[in-house]
């Protein structure tokens, strides 16, 4: 981006209302003039403004409003101080108007909506960052430049063509409002969008403006635009969005359509405030397309195109139905690019320049018909434009009246197209042409002003830039790639340019003035200035980049994308010296310039390669095989990335000063430290503190971590060279796009060395920096005549002019520049920029298909008449011939040629040997055939067989096998052509055979020359045989026939729940339990269930028969005719009476009414048709069935009467001659009769076909017809073979004499075969006697056929007339009948309100009685608890009647606060007091208190509560009343509007009745013809036919007959009925009797059952509930499950007994165990106690016995340890387990003894 904005415009205007006049409040305007703001400034504030408030508000659909000041009307911004203007260095001295724009010769036609009309004369479209306003009468442009600098995106016109928008492109781009034609800026609406604008458009009344925003945040936003100020704001979709409208009938919808989608809008008020609601249309089974064209139709339906060509009409979010032509041809070739609707009109534009006008009322009733949902309609009118138009957009000629329209053509033009479509409509007008598509190459004349420029649109044109005019153009096959102008020493007029081209080739284009020219007679004189091609070459295969003449001007070579550069040696006629081939493609060829002595070219290779190569010699290259020049010497720079390493070194040396800043801070803090530490000191500080201070000081002293350098980094894919020039012998600059841009680079070719050119890793020895073109390069760079201005082209389209002022290509003092964006910013990038001749304009071309002429310095410099000079035309050079030029793309290039030119002379030496070899096999064939005929004149035993002679087999074997293969692969080379040929077979079958089910089959008599023929029947179209759609005229069900339908299906409903209510049998149904016997209690509740099953089947089967028997009363009931029931057949008989009888009017009376049945429209006459043409088609089609059953049958006579032939010609073999009768003609089939044997074909014809077809492409003479092949014809005559067999019978035996008997049986076979030849003959007459007579009947059927088809099409021709004439009228009758149909839904409508009104009021009515009926009862019960003479009853009745006045109650739902509620409770109260008090005010007569003495406090209380329920009883009766009310006025005044619409209906109903009379008499116009023979007519005036028949009336004589008989049918049937009559009233009185006497008896039955009742029950009770009367079910089922219940529970503690028992036993087992063991350790206890003592009295007897212990006692003293070890042992064991059995069982309880 460029920094034009750090310039601060200086003010050309003074504009003195600029403050005053922003806001109406003078507060606010001093403020505003207090802020003398630059415009770059305010610029980054509103920017500033516009990011907060977008990211503020992004998610929300509507911005919230503050208190905002309007702004004055007459409020105008500066422009100047908006408008972007030139960056300028600091300080640099270059002026700002250093270039001026003069003129524009581009246009960016592939731009949307790139074209509007101001008013009747100004055109205004976008180019780059201008804004183009061209003037249709004087040619003359003015500008207006963009306010951010990067570039335009979208512009619109306000309705009344007062203003006029621009909206910008940049980070968060401004909308620009501008008046007309005063072009002051108006408004400015900020922060719309992040990048920039798509679209925008106003509102029908102008008053708003939406606009849609790019990629990334695609916002829509809705304007008021006067404020300045967004109202709704949202993202519109995640796509691209091509256009957002307002809807002309309703501005609160809106619509957007873009990449694959259409969305729907709607400003919808909701709770939060206004917001912008979408719905995204559904494409369902339609595919998804990109939508650039649609329009809002009024109704709210949207018409949008689609990529395919098709017109979708879309309501509700879907598609309705997907329009396309007859045949389901697209309704264009290609997108849609624009709908309107204009005049009643639907206009579409499409991209193959068609514009076609549709019906709108086709279109907007259009309803789809099958699951297709396509409906064919064709255009009213349409314009083709153009062959090569490609239209994108339309605007109209704003003058009342007019049809003219200028027109966006995509490929380059402007169009004005009359769409009047009347016999003076204008062909198109093509108004201004221009280059389609990127300009490819520029380049300006070094002599003149003249420009030439080439395009991918094929075409090279010329422009005079200082007069501003285009001179000539001329148009080629390909697109130009690049362009040159030969400079004086090669050609001195200066009118040479050489163009390279996209296939490879390059043309010598002469340029000169046709004025000069001497002409001739009969040439043309011509104007202007005239292009010639001199010479084409082909010396590349791809497009051509680089083209450069030497400086000397002997040599020119040209680079191209095939990695070649071509050198021609220059002369008259250019001579090719050779080429080279180079490591990448091509980008640009510099020769060196004139001050040195050697000339070398520098060629700059796309892929990172640059090389220099001395001019190569002139050599004599005839005898070469090849144009490559191999020893040419050749410089090669390779160049590497050296970015990453400047970044990396400026990144140090920025650390570097950074580093020495803050050594220098350092030192400063030291020195400071140092004075604060001695003042310390001095203070007397301890040394703590000063420590203290040092240590901060040490830790602020520490370094930060630096952060790692920029890494090295060598793109994987070598950024492309862009440009480059020489700045000193072996030394240029290259300027670098991708990761290397950013910086110019200073390179030298290295010294030779033995590496490849891929080996090679060159880097440039210095560089230059170029500020804000990191992604912004430079593409192209030119330097004016004096090299003090260098100009450079840019990647984003801006022009940077650098100031060297040492005029050094060193580039030292590169450093002040000036740079203006001029192409657009996204996809403008400068393709070439040149300085004229003499450095007085400089030119620009972009991608973006400008050309703008800029004037270097002051436009005042420009001087008048200022122009081109043309070159003369060369010498001779109109006598000249016109060289052929190269127009295949296919021509080999000169390289190629020469190549074929070897291939072909050594293709022509392989030739001559393959004939040497040719002759000598066939020397060798002689030779062979020689010995072989020497072969067969040996002697047979001597002869060699054949077989013999082949020397190998295998030869011949691989011969065979090789002639296989070859036909093989014959058959492979065909199989594509054999395919194609097979596919067009089909496709003509499909187009003209599949349609026909019956081609024409013409069927000859055999005996007569009569014939018939079939036929030529095709398929049924199904054009008029469609679904009926339904029509306008079919009124709607009305709200009657719905509810009596909702009420039946109810009622059916019901019936079916009735019917469907199954028994309880299923919920007491249980499996029962197999492999064990059935307890008591499971009896029980089997027994249970059974008896309730019967009990409740019974209850069932008597309700089952009540509701038979009341069905059948209802049935019987629906059966009973009502009061004023009427016999359907009779009610039909009186309206066919009605219809049927009477005097009629003819269909041409006047006042003829037409029956609703017998009214048609356009539909049912289209169902007509079809019908006619069915039964036309059924009946064609049974007749072609006869007729090819009978060919079928001729066919078969033929096959039969050749068999008699074959017979005959046997007998005639036998029979003598004088005996033999002629044979019959076998009949001929004809080829017509077997049409479709013309379709089947085998090799054989085939083959003669193509013989055919190379005789006749010889010219030879051949037969006009061929015989037919398919039957034999004519006479069938013996074969020579037959005759020869019959000799040699006749020749193998020797001639005798016959004997008698042998005569005999001669003669006898004579007289058979006789008879038998007359049989034959005789039965070949029959056959075809049986045939004839066949044909002449099927003949004299096909004739009366023939006579009710030409019938049949004349009706045909009346019924298409008719509804030709019914689809004119269709339109204003549909109208009229929707108004019918509304206003009979609406008095149906009202009506039903009526109805359920009057049951409303019904209801009422009843609920007052029903309330009524309630006081009157509360009275009596009132005088019932007085009883009799009570002495209080008048004053309880004065307390009950006394009316007070309460407090309606609320119902208050949910919890309130208490000191709500308080508050409330205290209102309460206090109107509770005030009713209280207003109530004893009102009735101060009466006082309660007086009685209350000696009343009855029960009494009186009961009294209350009886006053109660009166009160709430009035109440509820007063708002009954009320509602009765109501009702009643509400039904009175629907009363009246039903009269009104009644009034309405009728009048709505005379005017259809009056359009249906006149669309009859329409129809009685037309002409019928009927045919008629003489005997028919029998209108005769005095015994002749009268000339004029336009009285008589066509009538049937069997029609005349019927209604004669019809007369004495109607008078007996007239006496029928009055029998009948008679009989039906005897049988009325009969029946009422018979009613009167049932009547009786039903009521004495009741009083008897009544009777019985009371005798039985003592009470009247309902038999029916009596019969139902069953077993409380629930309670039943509760009974069973407690049954079950608790048999579980029994089975369950019995079980748990068990176990207890179990448990108890082995209790008391253990137990016992435990006993047992204890008594045995009590024993073992006594025992030792025992044993011890004794041991103890022995020891105390015997101790002194025995001097020392004895063996035994050791022994036994041992064996009892042991023992005593044991039991302890044992002891411990038993103290366990008793201590476990403590454990587990508790407490041990006594053993339990229970029978086991």
Known sequence: MDRQDSVKPEDTEDNKDYDDDYYEDEEESEEISERPESAPERRSTRMEESEFSYFEDQAEEELDEGPVKKISENFFYNYNEVASVPFVTKDSGIPLNLLTLIHSFGYDSSRRANLHLLDNSVLIFIAGNQLIFLDLRTQEQSYLRSSSGRGIGAISVHPDKTYFVVAEKGSYPDVLIYDYPGMRLYRILRGGTEEAYAYASFNFSGSLLATVGCYPDFTITVWDWKEEQPMLRTKAFSQDIFKVTFNPENEEQLTTAGSGHIKFWLMALTFTGLKLQGFLGRFGRTAVTDIEGYVELPDGKVLSGSEWGNLLLWEGGLIKVELCRHARKNCHIGPINQIMLDEGEVITVGEDGCIRIWDFETIDTADAIDESEMIEMEPINELIVGRNVKLYSMVKFFKPGSSVWFAQDANGAIWKLDLSFSNITQDPELLFSFHSGPIAAMIVSPYTYLMATTSRDCSIRIFDFAAKRFLTQMDFRVGGTALLWAPRVVSYQGGLIVAGFEDGVIRLLELFDPMGLVFLAGRKKMKGAQLQVRQALKPHTEAVTALAYEHSGKVLATGSKDKTVFFFAVDKIYEPIGFINVPGPVTQLVWTPKSLDESFLLIICENGYVLEVPVPEFKQTESLPTFEIKDLPTKCFHFQSIKSRILRDKEIENRRKKKEEKEKEKEERKRLRIKILKAMEESGKGEEEILEEEEKEQEEEEEEEEEPLPPIIIPVKPSPILCGFYSAPGKFWISLGGYDSGFLYHCEFPAPSTATMEEQKDEPFAFQLIEDADSNPIRVISFSLTKMLMFCGMQKGQVRIYILRNKSLDLTDMQSYWSYSIHDNDYGQIQALHPSYDDRFVVTAGADGNIFVFNVLAEEEIKEGLKAILPPPRTGVEIEKQLEDIEDASTFSIEGARRKREHDQIMKEVEKIKAQKREKLKELRNEFQNLLVKNSELPEHMQLHRAEFDVDTKVREDAERATVKKIKQVERELAWEKEKNRIALLKLQRRFRDSLEFDTVIVHAIQTEHKISTYRLLKLSGKYTRVKRPSQTERRSSKFDWKDKESSTKKENQRETVQSTTGPEDFFREKEKKGRPKSLSELMVENQIDKMRKIMAKAERAQNKILQRRKEWEELYKGKPEDDYEDPQDVLAIKEAQNNMGDFNLKTAPDYKIPEHMRINADKKEEEIGLLEALVHEKKFSMNKCIISLRDQKIAVIEEIQCLVQELKTIHSILPEEKQLPIPEVPQLYPEEVPEKKYQYDEEILLEFKIEQE?????????????????????????????????????????????????????????????????????????????????????????????????????????????????????????????VNLLDREQQDMKWKINENLAEMEERKNEINRLQDQEKAIYASFHTSLGENNKFANFLMKVLKKNIKRVKKKEVEGEEEEDASSKEDSDEESSFESDEEESESEDETFDESLGLANCDPALYEMTLQLREKRLDIEEALTEEKKVLDNLKKESDAMGKKVKVVAANLQTAEEALEAYQREKQQRLNELLVVIPLKLHQIECVELGEIPHDLSNALVFSNSSLQRLQERIVQLQEENAEQQDLNKKCRERRKELVLEKKEMAKKIAKMKEMVTKLMIDKFGKVIDLEALQTLSINKKLEELRIKKMKKEMSNAKEIRVWEDKISQVRWDLMMKTKEHTKKLQQMNELFLEKQQLEGRLNTLQTQQGNAFQGPRKADIVAREKITELIQVQAEKILALKEEIAILRRKGGLILPPINTAR
């Open 1255 to 1379: 005789k006749k492409a010889e010219g030879e003479s051949h037969k006009e017809g061929e015989e037919f092949t398919g039957f034999a014809s004519g006479l069938v005559k013996t074969s020579p073979k037959e005759v020869e067999i019959i000799k040699q019978d006749s020749e193998e035996f020797p001639k005798t004499d016959p004997t008698e008997v042998e005569l005999e049986i001669i003669k006898r076979e004579e007289i058979r075969n006789v008879y038998m030849q007359q049989y034959l003959i005789d039965r070949i007459r029959e056959l075809i006697i049986t045939f004839d007579a066949e044909f002449r009947l099927l003949r004299h059927q096909k004739l009366k056929l023939d006579i009710e088809m030409k019938l049949a099409d004349l009706h045909h021709v009346t019924l298409f007339q008719e509804m030709l004439l019914l689809k004119n009228f269709e339109k204003q009758e549909n109208i009229l009948q929707e108004r």
